[in-house]
């Protein structure tokens, strides 16, 4: 069993930035892909970003170049570094995570708002 707990959500002007944290609780945390989705309203989940290791993330075509995710095996952490933030960024976003060999084990956060607005 794998919590997740998100920080970092909020209100943003256009253009500015942001950095959500997901802590994961338990163990094995490296044996998971951890990955952002994001939820607008009136419209289906959808992934923003996904990482396996240091050097092997995905990313949806709508973040790349703007949007980084990291890990950090040591601390249980993952996050998602968001620059130049758009109107269409708004969204709730969720952490996930999906172990590797066992992909049944799926996990995810409450999610947390972020708002880009003037």
């Known amino acids: 069993q794998v919590q997740l707990v998100e920080s970092g959500g909020g209100l943003v002007q256009p253009g500015g930035s942001l950095r959500l944290s997901c802590a994961a609780s338990?163990?094995?945390?490296?044996?998971?892909?951890m990955g952002w989705y994001r939820q607008a309203p009136g419209k289906q989940r959808e992934l923003v970003a996904s990482?396996?290791?240091?050097?092997?993330?995905n990313y949806a075509d709508s973040v790349k170049g703007r949007f980084t995710i990291s890990r950090d095996n040591a601390k249980n952490m993952v996050y998602l570094d968001m620059n130049s933030l758009k109107p269409e960024d708004t969204a709730v976003y969720y952490c996930?995570?999906?172990?590797?060999?066992?992909?049944?084990?799926?996990?995810w956060g409450q999610g947390t708002q972020v708002t880009v607005s003037s």
């Open positions: 338990g163990s094995s945390f490296v044996f998971y892909v």
């Open positions: 996930n995570a999906r172990h590797r060999i066992m992909p049944a084990r799926n996990y």
């Open positions: 990482i396996i290791s240091g050097d092997s993330t």
